[in-house]
């Protein structure tokens, strides 16, 4: 159950974000600007990175007693090292965070936005398969 739910949040907040940024074009920096380009993060990235956690380690806990697929390796196991992977590059590397915040114009973030929906597409089916 809360691997599906897993994996279903984490499509859904891909598509989200990605129609938010392709609607929202360059007013969408302000978000990137807010959860990246500062030290400290604002309160609801921490909240928003905790739950997100949370649901991980609940749907972690289950994957391991479950039968396993080669979807769910992936979206329990490659995706999570992804995240390590980008928090290093960017979240926590000051140069990371300086060029997430330098993406600047509507066509930027209209492209970034139409290049993570094949994302939410593929951890979808992949929550299908899991």
Do not use: C, H
């Not at 030290?39 to 806990?61: D, E, N």
Request: hydrophobic share 65%; no cysteine; aromatic share 12%.
């Amino acid at each position: 159950m809360f691997i599906k739910a897993f994996g279903t949040t984490l499509s859904i907040a891909a598509l989200i974000t990605s129609v938010a940024m392709m609607t929202m074009g360059a007013k969408w920096q302000k978000i990137e600007q807010a959860a990246y380009a500062s030290s400290k993060r604002p309160w609801w990235f921490v909240t928003v990175s905790i739950l997100l956690l949370a649901f991980y380690a609940m749907a972690l806990i289950e994957f391991i007693s479950a039968q396993k697929t080669v979807a769910g390796w992936i979206l329990m196991v490659a995706i999570p090292v992804l995240w390590i992977v980008k928090a290093a590059v960017i979240i926590f590397n000051p140069r990371g965070r300086a060029a997430v915040s330098g993406i600047s114009g509507d066509q930027a973030w209209i492209k970034i936005g139409l290049a993570r929906l094949p994302i939410a597409i593929l951890v979808g089916l992949l929550t299908w398969f899991a």
